[in-house]
Antibody, heavy 125, light 108 residues
Framework: QAQLAESGGGVVQPGRSLRLSCAAS????????MHWVRQAPGKGLEWVAV????????YYADSVRGRFTISRDNSQKTLYLQMNSLRDEDTAVYYC??????????????????WGIGTTVTVSS | EIVLTQSPGTLSSSPGERATLSCRASQSVKNSYLAWYQHKPGQAPRLLIY???TRAAGIPDRFSGSGSGTDFTLTVSRLAPEDFALYYCQVYDNSRWTFGQGTKVEIK
């Protein structure tokens, strides 16, 4: 059974850094692109970043580009999110999610089919 | 950048009733890139529908998705007590993934 487990959340002052981890189990981690998605208090889900299965490509939301870095260690089956220059508005529950890709003769389907239960980051002085 | 607008913001319904949730995109999207998720407080989000209309594994058949172009719909034919939750549509476009702001389905 595919599972994801986030860790590394906590309380941090504005301007400081934090690194989140996401441990994968039950599937071939190195075959899947992986995402970070967050939910701020009282808000909806917000996509943060994605890293390709082999780490070759990385994309970010405008709100975090230049401050956050997504990475992965396929040998350790672990996804990371390095968060620098943290702001109040980065306070959220951070989820990691697996991107599944399914192709037919005519189309390619993308969807996030495995999620962790999240880790909470609070940015506060 | 595609913007997804969900309506209504909150839907008050009773168990057994039909629920219809809307997701409108600011520009045309490929059906294969449109998904729906359910999210309950303290839990991991759950994939319901992908490709606009294909139920994910283990999802009850009371959930269905439809639509194309810019207008998509998630329908719950008969609300079960466990269906009261937040629902999000989401689209992939040009190396970005975007969520709608969500619809809360609450018990009337």
């Amino acid at each position: 059974q595919a599972q994801l487990a986030e860790s590394g959340g906590g309380v941090v002052q504005p301007g400081r850094s934090l690194r989140l981890s996401c441990a994968a189990s039950g599937f071939t981690f190195s075959s899947f692109a992986m995402h970070w998605v967050r939910q701020a208090p009282g808000k909806g889900l917000e996509w943060v970043a994605v890293v390709w299965y082999d780490g070759s490509k990385k994309y970010y939301a405008d709100s975090v580009r230049g401050r956050f870095t997504i990475s992965r260690d396929n040998s350790q089956k672990t996804l990371y999110l390095q968060m620098n220059s943290l702001r109040d508005e980065d306070t959220a529950v951070y989820y990691c999610a697996r991107l599944s890709e399914y192709s037919t003769l005519y189309d390619t389907y993308y969807y996030l089919d495995v999620w962790g239960i999240g880790t909470t980051v609070t940015v506060s002085s | 950048e595609i913007v997804l607008t969900q309506s209504p913001g909150t839907l008050s319904s009773s168990p057994g009733e039909r629920a219809t949730l809307s997701c409108r995109a600011s520009q045309s999207v490929k059906n294969s890139y449109l998904a729906w998720y359910q999210h309950k407080p303290g839990q991991a989000p759950r994939l319901l529908i992908y490709g606009a209309s294909t139920r994910a594994a283990g999802i009850p058949d009371r959930f269905s998705g439809s639509g194309s172009g810019t207008d998509f719909t998630l329908t719950v034919s008969r609300l079960a007590p466990e269906d009261f939750a937040l629902y999000y549509c989401q689209v992939y476009d040009n190396s970005r993934w975007t969520f709608g702001q969500g619809t809360k389905v609450e018990i009337k």
